[in-house]
């Protein structure tokens, strides 16, 4: 297959999680394929060696914690960061649509995710200046190169920073983002308030807590929008009286900074003359996706609805806080997608986005559409003693959404399967139970049977057997 010709460097930035970790060469973040487990408790082992201590800011402590490499497969962290895909079939894709090399104009932007995203977007402008000095050097048809950098959760904050408040602008051709929550994600601040979900002590006892608490880079993924239910009205999470339980207000403050910096330097840019389409979202929709909350004691309840509206989302990030802040929410700029957070960059119709953009030639890889796009509601986490429940939604007016076949698929890494057809609820709305799932996580993916399996919406979920 005729791969299509790039010019440019692109850069692949992963989200929080997204880097393999070591400790003075000793990897405590990075299994293989279908370790998910291993990698969970062995990283609670170290969890107290790698908390960060309270006054790191945007340094880095000097604890012998160095980035290794891009994760490949699943990986998840309780009450950090839920379930999410690795980067091996998006850079396996990349090299086979595009004249793409690793380690020569194909570059993986490992870094240290603990830390705060100003710090690591300082890393990425130095390997920015000395890649794309290396492949505009390689060959004098590329002086004018650029970089292109492909930018999943977090690592679209990383890489705003580095393009609206470092100079990056100047050498980023495009700022494509999937899934990042530009405007913060209430999911964050539950897991720094409640902690692993699996687990069956409360809040601020487990390790994992303490070490969440610990990350700037945590708190800086928390909502900049009034989020958290209030007899006076909804609140930003830095306005609580009294502060939150547990939460270091200072830490707070400082991710509102963070989010204003990048705010007010994109709208500067466009201002002079930049453009509003720098910066390109692809953003999931319809998903059922928590975006405010009420504070009950040490918890939040969460809240799909925000003054009495259902935005939806991706699951994890609301539509809106997937949107920079120059970019209106009706721009062409803006691409969404019927895809989970966790799964949004292996989705077929945002590998089609992402071919539309980085392609030079008209458009030549799309496929035909799902006739019926659903909204999936699979748990982040599950314990293996309780039957877990796939609701699925028929997201479409069209004649017919309320008399599908609809197929769900529980896929396991290490290569078992669980499939069953869902019930049918009414009103387009489908739902069935799955019994007896071994602990591990697993790929949950539904469609209407006669549909493009390939085009089937993907959740993930972790089941769990007890503490971590």
């Not at 303490?210 to 909804?234: E, I, K, M, N, V």
């Not at 998903?287 to 925000?306: D, Y």
Request: charged share 25%; aromatic share 6%.
């Amino acid at each position: 297959m005729r791969r299509e010709s790039v010019e440019d460097l692109v850069m692949v930035v992963p989200g929080i999680m997204g880097s393999r970790l070591a400790v003075d060469g000793r990897e405590v973040w990075g299994p293989s394929a279908g370790a998910v487990w291993g990698a969970i408790r062995t990283f609670s082992g170290s969890v107290r060696q790698l908390t960060l201590p309270k006054d790191v800011g945007d340094g880095h402590p000097g604890d012998g914690v160095e980035p290794v490499g891009l994760f490949p497969a699943l990986h998840a962290l309780p009450g950090v960061w839920p379930l999410t895909d690795g980067y091996d079939t998006l850079l396996i894709w990349l090299r086979s649509m595009f004249t793409l090399r690793p380690s020569s104009n194909l570059i993986e932007f490992a870094y240290d995710w603990r830390l705060s995203c100003r710090y690591n977007a300082g890393l990425l402008a130095r390997r920015v200046d000395e890649a794309l000095g290396r492949w505009r050097a390689s060959d004098p048809r590329r002086t004018n190169a650029k970089v292109r950098l492909i930018c999943h959760s977090m690592g679209g904050l990383v890489g705003r920073y580095y393009v609206e408040c470092l100079g990056g602008a100047e050498v980023t051709r495009q700022l494509i983002t999937l899934g990042t929550p530009h405007r913060g994600t209430i999911g964050a601040l539950d897991s720094l308030l409640s902690g692993p979900r699996l687990s069956r002590r409360g809040p601020r006892a487990g390790p994992l807590t303490g070490f969440a608490r610990s990350l700037p880079s945590l708190h800086q993924l928390t909502p900049d929008y009034a989020c958290l239910d209030s007899p006076g009205g909804l609140l930003y999470p830095r306005e609580v009286p009294g502060g939150l339980p547990g939460l270091d207000s200072a830490l707070l403050d400082d991710a509102g900074a963070f989010h204003a910096e990048i705010r007010e330097a994109a709208r500067e840019r466009v201002r002079r003359g930049g453009s509003d389409h720098h910066c390109l979202p692809v953003i999931g929709v319809r998903q059922p996706t928590a975006t405010t909350a009420a504070l009950e004691g040490e918890r939040l309840r969460l809240i799909e609805t925000i003054l009495g509206e259902d935005e939806g989302g991706d699951g994890r990030v609301p539509r809106f806080a997937a949107f920079p802040d120059e970019v209106p929410m009706n721009s062409p700029a803006a691409r969404s997608a019927f895809a989970t957070h966790g799964a949004i960059k292996t989705h077929a119709g945002v590998r089609e986005d992402l071919f539309d953009w980085l392609a030079p030639s008209p458009r030549v890889y799309r496929g035909g559409r799902a006739a019926y796009p659903l909204s999936l509601r699979v748990p982040e986490e599950w314990p293996t003693n309780e039957p877990l429940t796939v609701e699925a939604v028929a997201a479409t007016a069209r004649p017919g959404a309320d008399e599908l076949a609809v197929l769900a698929t529980f896929d396991h890494p290490d290569g078992s399967r669980t499939r069953g057809t869902l019930t049918n609820l009414g009103d387009g709305r489908y739902g069935g139970a799955f019994r007896n799932l071994a602990p591990g996580a697993y790929r949950v993916s539904a469609h209407a049977v006669g549909d493009d399996a390939t085009r089937a919406v993907t959740a993930l979920v972790l089941v769990g057997d007890g503490d971590v």
